[in-house]
């Protein structure tokens, strides 16, 4: 799939905001992302976030807002890199155009840990929005990431530090002209 | 779109945040590591995270107890998180959990037996607040159980927490 538009957000969760709070935050940029209305609809989902945000599953693999070929893609910030965070930085463009009739058909991909996987489909399956409410195995996607490395000819003996190559070039003499 | 580096000022609000939230990240880390399930943290988790966050804003909250129990109600095993406040530390790094320290705490208890169930308890001062959810109780003996420091768990520069664990 083309994706046609891809917005990528990271928001302070703690010590800034409480999961609750960072939840809240969440669904309030899905709302000025794709309309107001978002924010109802993707409500019955705030226990299975609130549940993945607080074992940090948005730390390394996005919240995906999908609309058709529009996507939202929101981390989250713990800790450090949360109290670093602009809040400035977590506004979004504007709303994605929204097609003259028809329905809208969105699709919500949540981060979730092995731990939590059995809970979140339980709820999922409670609340009755898994047709748009879709888990993501972190595991899994850690598993592909390392096979794309693999499949490049990246391994880490091909990866080299910046600062440790240009330390290495001044000590053998070599200088940029 | 720019990236900011401004830092923001610590308050308590973030310490009792961060530990209120931490705290439950424990609790769920204990109960994934005994394989007892996560149900009981994640279906309560507003009413634990309400009641923790309004004791800590509060500084009533003494002490956290995760209890393990068969189905006798024996307890088989009980992790204790006390609670210190302390004065402000204007050093970022005051953030911290050690969840791996949790999760050896865990290993350290052994199998347990099928059928067990646990259940969260609080300590907290007299004059502390009423939180919805929340009912009296009192602690399951630890005769038969002796306690060992783990250490300090999770970190703020308002307040932090220790673990102590209660085995054969």
């Known amino acids: 799939m083309i994706r046609q538009m891809e917005v990528r957000r990271t928001i302070a969760s703690t010590p800034v905001r409480n999961v609750d709070e960072t939840c809240e935050r969440l669904l309030e940029l899905a709302g000025e992302w794709g309309g107001a209305e978002l924010v109802g609809d993707l409500s019955p989902a705030q226990g299975v976030l609130s549940g993945v945000v607080l074992e940090r599953a948005p730390l390394n693999m996005p919240l995906i807002v999908e609309y058709d070929t529009h996507f939202l893609e929101l981390y989250c910030a713990y800790e450090t890199d949360a109290l670093a965070i602009d809040e400035e930085d977590e506004s979004l463009p504007s709303r994605i155009p929204h097609p003259a009739g028809g329905d809208l058909v969105w699709k919500l991909h949540v981060p979730c840990p092995a731990s939590l996987w059995k809970w979140a489909s339980a709820q999922i399956k409670t609340a009755g929005i898994g047709k748009w409410c879709l888990l993501e195995s972190l595991e899994n996607a850690s598993r592909k990431n390392e096979k794309s490395c693999t499949a490049q000819g990246i391994t880490d003996a091909t990866l080299v530090d910046i600062e440790t190559l240009r330390a290495a070039m001044g000590k053998s003499g070599n200088q940029r002209g | ?168």
């Not at chain 2, 607040?129 to 060992?148: E, N, P, Q, Y």
């Open chain 2, 1 to 168: 779109m720019s990236v900011g580096t401004r830092v923001r000022v610590f308050n308590r609000t973030m310490s009792v945040n961060y530990v209120s939230d931490e705290l439950v990240r424990v609790f769920l880390t204990l109960a994934n590591q005994m394989g007892l399930g996560v149900d009981y943290v994640q279906d309560n988790r507003r009413v634990l995270t309400d009641g923790l966050r309004t004791w800590l804003s509060e500084g009533s909250l003494k002490a956290t107890y995760l209890e393990v129990y068969d189905q006798s109600g024996n307890l088989i095993t009980r992790f204790d998180l006390q609670i210190q406040y302390g004065s402000i530390v204007e050093d970022e790094e005051a953030f911290y959990s050690d969840i791996e320290s949790a999760k050896l705490a865990a290993r350290k208890v052994g199998v347990i037996p099928t059928r067990c169930r646990y259940r969260i308890v609080v300590s907290k001062e007299p004059w502390a607040s009423s939180v919805a959810g929340w009912s009296d109780t009192t602690l399951l003996s630890t005769h038969g159980l002796r306690a060992r420091s783990v250490g300090d768990l999770v970190g703020s520069p308002h307040i932090k927490s220790s673990m102590s664990l209660w085995i054969r």
